[in-house]
């Protein structure tokens, strides 16, 4: 079995992995490159060219899958790269949420033409001479999976991005039960060995942060954050319920719990009563067929007639088109991305606005990503003979936790020992 890391040895984001065997070649993800923080996130019209992707794609040897490991751009970026017969498998929850993305965050993008896949969680696939294993683990987006792959007698778990601070924590569970002691190559993602090294709050714990920020403002409380970070609804959810308030989704938002309404029967599916859905001006509506949510609608001036009932989900682009640049008084603004994207001008904008407003903006977050701490014990847990470092910009910290480490440098092919 031959391993090459194409892109991500030593970079956050543009994930690209090739597994071969003498007759069968797949790739994991087709990362787009996360683009500096003072760029847009993508391009909004056309196509990029992608050196590593056309490589991989035009060998005499045909692709015979590609693995996606969550709807996040820096694995999924590159889909409309695939060739059109080539198979794209991935979890069903990833695939709504690429779908959710399409139709509300990316309207002007052509759509996606691919040969789309379901693989369901711990149900082997055979591919070629090559079976895959995906087990659904927990991140920043619905629907991430590790893959676990045998071929050639080797065993390569890859573990896409994850974390274990999450409400899901079982799910990881079963992967180290089912992993534990059976694995040659453990291809493990590192962001948080670039630097960030205490371990954050769980997602438990911001949710106690942010139900008290919510009880203590006085007025509107918008809420930042990604609809198809599930994790991060419930949070937001919950905390709006505890503080006797309601929640108002956009359609993007009402969308998502639609898609994944039967999907998590353990976490809470709002009923149409426990939240209204808000249609900012220049957002896609809700699909008809898709919402049970869609008479429930809020517009903002209801909303702003009683703002201390609502938590309402808010993006900057709302700032102009909907509060025609002002703020209500004495507004909360709970911001939970990355800290990083604050640097960007729109969120510099708001932020501004916010204190205009005399209100407060408050940074609650915590990572998507395992924190160094719990990579140890997860790859104690799985105990692999082979460490190889993904998505990092640490490799060498690797080396210092983990004495089995190989350090491989994009592009160069690795014969699995
Ligand atoms: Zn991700």
Known sequence: MKLT????????????????????????DVGLPLPPLNQPPQPKRGRVTDDVIKAVFDKPQPVAAVLLSHAHLDHS???????????????????????????????????????????????PQRIGNIMVTGYTVNHSVFGAMAFLIEADGKRVLYSGDLRLHGRTQGMTKELTADAAGKVDVLLMEGTHFSGDREPGLSEEQLGEEITKDIRSAPGLVLAC??????????????????????FAADHYTAFVLHMINGEVPRNPHPSAKEVRVFGPRGQARIPKVASRYEHNEISLEDILREPSRYVMIFRPSMLGKDFKGKLPDGVRCIYSYWT??????????????????????????????????????????????????????????????????????????????
């Open 5 to 28: 890391i194409h892109r991500g040895a030593n970079q956050i984001g543009g994930n690209c992995v090739e597994i071969a065997t003498d007759s069968t070649r797949i790739i994991l």
């Open 77 to 123: 970026g590159l889909l409309d790269h695939v060739p059109p017969g080539v198979p794209v498998w991935m979890s069903k929850g990833t695939s709504k949420m690429l779908m959710a993305a399409e139709i509300f965050a990316n309207p002007e993008k052509k759509r996606l033409e691919i040969n789309e896949c379901v693989l369901p969680p711990r149900s």
């Open 225 to 246: 954050f990604s609809p198809t970070h599930l994790d991060r609804f419930v949070t937001f959810f919950r905390a709006t319920k505890a503080s006797g308030r309601l």
């Open 340 to 417: 990083g994207y604050l640097a960007k001008q729109d969120f510099r904008i708001a932020r501004a606005k916010v204190e205009e407003a005399r209100g407060v903006f408050v940074e609650r977050h915590t990572s998507g990503h395992i924190f160094e701490r719990d990579a140890v014990e997860f790859v104690e847990d799985v105990s692999p003979q082979y460490i190889i470092p993904i998505h990092t910009t640490d490799s060498y910290r690797f080396r210092i936790l983990f004495a089995n480490s190989v350090l491989l440098k994009d592009g160069v092919v690795w014969e699995v020992p």
